[in-house]
């Protein structure tokens, strides 16, 4: 039988404020990236890969 314990992080207002600096500069990073592909795709009509294996 497989046991399973949940817990849930209580981060203090410092700890909060690093974790939502930390989303922020991902989804930023994402944003940036996905829009370099759609400028991508429309000037090329291509599809960019990421990497190869």
């Known amino acids: 039988m ?3 314990y949940r817990s849930r992080p209580y981060p203090t207002k410092a700890q909060q404020a690093v974790l939502e600096g930390q989303l ?3 989804r930023n990073l994402y944003d ?3 829009q370099e592909r759609r400028d991508a795709y429309c000037k090329a ?9």
């Open 2 to 4: 497989l046991k399973t």
């Open 24 to 26: 922020r500069l991902c």
């Open 32 to 34: 940036c990236a996905l």
């Open 45 to 53: 009509g291509k599809t960019v890969t990421g990497t190869t294996r």
